[in-house]
């Protein structure tokens, strides 16, 4: 029986769903699904210049995790480039929902609130 998966933090929203060639329908495209923490250990190590190490502190979780993670995010960006496929951005890990869960309860009863205070009895 493997360890659970550590949970990994990872910054900031996703600029959109999904990474595509232009002028193609989705629907057309083979789709390679990246991960949260792929699109993170990418944005830190190539875009941010950080080592491996460091990238592994901000994200909570050991080098060794980092390096294997980077060489899968790697391997399916290069896919869909080369062969035309489309990324799709997956953000669904259940600490991701529970938190997106949390916040958008808590923007409803904020909403409600506010609604109440706006109306005139």
């Not at 979780?61 to 869909?80: C, D, F, M, P």
């Amino acid at each position: 029986m493997s360890r659970p998966k550590k949970k990994r933090l990872c910054e900031g929203r996703l600029c959109g769903r999904s990474f595509k060639p232009a002028r193609i329908p989705m629907s057309k495209l083979r789709k390679i699904d990246l991960l949260r923490d792929e699109l993170e250990t990418l944005k830190l190590c190539d875009m941010e210049g950080l080592t491996q190490e460091q990238a592994g502190q901000k994200m909570g979780i050991s080098r060794g995790t980092i390096q294997r993670i980077l060489t899968r995010a790697r391997q399916k960006v290069t896919e869909a480039l080369v062969t035309g496929a489309a990324l799709v951005f997956q953000d669904d890990s259940p600490e991701v929902q529970q938190h997106l869960t949390r916040v958008s309860d808590l923007r409803q009863e904020e909403e409600t609130e506010e609604d109440n205070e706006n109306t005139i009895y």
